[in-house]
């Protein structure tokens, strides 16, 4: 066999090729990483290869680094995994490659390292892993759709709790408050953009990514069509108010684009009667709600004939803050709300109320198209009974987020 001349202490030595062939592979065999090739190497200024700037073929490539996914060794693979969710949205094409293929090993460790891209970066800037997985999921089946629909809700949930970071951090209110829809006060859990959201449009994007919310206010200056065609996209939204503000042609855009919704507020924004027809169109399953808004009483009517399926309560925004339970034809008061001009003038819990100025009253309904006659400011004469005694009082209705 042939050898090689090498000199120890100036003596020759005779050593095989093999020998010398073994040598080189007992040096680097256990490492999960070959040496580093000419093309990885650190170049002279010291300055190694910037993330997802690696080479595009060869060994320490991505289509490299994604073919050992499905390598033998543990710790290779462990590598594999590392590697490309280091090189982050660069590394999206070659892994959808292999995500289809059905080998387990493969999918499992491709749809790992698609999750740690997506909820290491923002959802603009993941390089479409998000969507990649969505597509998987609807499109594919077996293995790769299982994979790609837990991949999804790992990073649904991860990006929920994220935007309600974000959201914050921008002003924006998420939480536990009241939230009104027809003169009903309720503590749900909301969204709300106001005076102290902060202007940044960019952080909008993380509404939609907002897990258990369904209600939603947008009051005064953040009434803009930019705004409204972000809330609209809160997942699970179900209610929308808009409070205090200006709205025209251009907000209610977004809003005709929207997923139907079971209720739409709109409270103390002047809307004109040419208006109303768009905002009976609006995709709106129960109940529109249109308080304090100047449209007229004509309008709504035909609004009412246009949508028969559709409850639009239509009031001048006057509110007496009372909420009643309907038994044996009587209104009887069960809740009074915290500051309002029924709690300023004493009605109580248990109080009776059987008239409003000249109407009389049997059942809520009855109050609230009395009361809904009114205007913030006005002053109603309300009878009630308080332990079967007849009372009389005189109160100055208020707005109803006074």
């Known amino acids: ?33 070959p040496p580093a090739t000419k093309s990885t190497a650190a170049p002279e200024n010291g300055e190694g290869p910037k993330t997802g700037e690696g080479p595009k ?3 320490g490539s991505i289509a490299y680094w994604v073919t050992q996914l499905g390598s033998d060794q543990y710790l290779r693979r462990e590598t594999a995994v590392k590697k490309l969710a280091a090189e ?41 892993a998000w969507e990649t997985l969505r597509k998987l999921a609807s499109e594919s089946v077996g293995r790769s759709s299982s994979r790609a629909q837990t991949a999804i809700n790992e990073i649904s949930k991860h990006r929920s709790a994220q935007a309600r970071i974000e959201l914050a951090a921008a002003g924006v209110f998420v939480g536990l408050d009241e939230f009104v829809i027809r003169a009903i006060s309720q503590p749900r859990m909301i969204v709300q953009l106001d005076e102290k959201w902060n202007g940044n449009v960019e952080t909008l994007q993380w509404l939609q990514w907002l897990d ?32 205090n503000g200006k709205v ?6 977004p809003l005709a684009d929207m997923k139907p919704l079971n209720s739409l507020e709109f409270r103390y924004v002047r809307l004109s009667d040419e208006m109303g ?75 009776v109320i059987v008239q409003v100025d000249e109407t009389e009253v049997n059942k809520f309904k009855d109050l609230q198209d009395a009361i809904n006659e009114h205007e913030p400011g006005e ?18 209705l208020r707005r109803l987020d006074d």
């Open 1 to 33: 066999m042939d050898g090689v001349v090498l000199v120890n202490r100036g003596k020759p030595v005779l050593v095989s090729c093999l020998a010398v062939a073994l040598a080189f592979v007992g040096a680097w065999g256990l490492s999960a990483e």
């Open 57 to 59: 073929t060869g060994e």
């Open 88 to 128: 982050g949205p660069a590394a999206i094409e070659d892994l959808m490659s292999v995500l289809r293929t059905g080998d387990l090993e493969v999918v499992e460790r491709a749809a790992e390292v698609m999750t740690e891209i997506a909820i290491s970066h923002r959802p603009s800037e993941d390089g479409g």
């Open 212 to 243: 258990g919310v369904e209600n939603a206010r947008v009051k005064g200056p953040a009434i803009t069509p930019e705004v409204v065609s972000r809330i609209t996209q809160v997942p699970g939204l179900q209610s929308l108010a808009i409070v």
């Open 248 to 253: 025209d042609d251009e907000v209610l855009k």
């Open 277 to 351: 027809d768009k905002i009976a169109s609006l995709p709106v399953r129960v109940s529109l709600n249109l308080k304090g808004t100047g449209i007229s009483a004509q309008r709504v009517d035909s609004m009412r004939e246009a949508t028969p399926g559709l409850l639009i309560d239509h009031g001048q925004g006057g509110f007496l803050g009372v909420t009643c339970q309907d038994s044996f034809d009587v209104c009887e008061i069960s809740g009074v709300v915290a500051g309002s001009a029924a709690e300023e003038a004493g009605l109580i819990r248990g109080d």
């Open 379 to 396: 002053t109603v004469k309300v009878k009630y009974r308080r332990a079967e005694k007849p009372m009389t009082l005189d109160l100055k």
